[in-house]
């Protein structure tokens, strides 16, 4: 039997990539943590979600939208974010369909290192 291919778009198991952080394991770039982000909304893993976002901008719990599902992942671009940085960026376009229709999100999101770990801090809409 084949495994599940993970959600974020690398040619791997869902559990040898995105799945071993969402166990607990630690991503070690920003581009991972987004990678492991988008995968969590894919899934609906609320508690990963909120673990690695931020304390100063964490939102209470995080809603799924009914109907909606990730369909995609594209890395647009990536600033800093290295296993040595403090901060980074990665700019991204996702696509879903909702109730039949397809979409896209396309954001710029910033991450930082809190408490040596790489968490999501907020994300500008690009387009």
Do not use: K
Request: charged content about 25%; proline content about 6%.
């Amino acid at each position: 039997m084949r495994a599940r291919a993970c959600p974020c778009g690398l040619p791997a198991s869902y559990g040898e990539c995105c799945g071993r952080f969402h166990a607990g394991g630690a991503a070690p770039t920003a581009e991972a943590l987004m990678r492991s982000r988008y995968t969590a909304f894919a899934v609906e893993d609320e508690a990963y979600l909120l673990r690695t976002w931020h304390p100063a901008t964490r939102p209470p719990r995080v809603e799924f939208e009914r109907g909606l599902r990730w369909t995609g992942l594209q890395i647009a671009g990536v600033s800093g974010g290295g296993p040595a940085d403090t901060r980074g960026t990665v700019t991204f376009e996702a696509r879903y369909t909702h109730l039949g229709r397809s979409g896209e999100l396309r954001e710029r999101s910033r991450f930082a290192r809190h408490e040596s770990a790489w968490v999501y801090v907020e994300g500008t809409a690009t387009g």
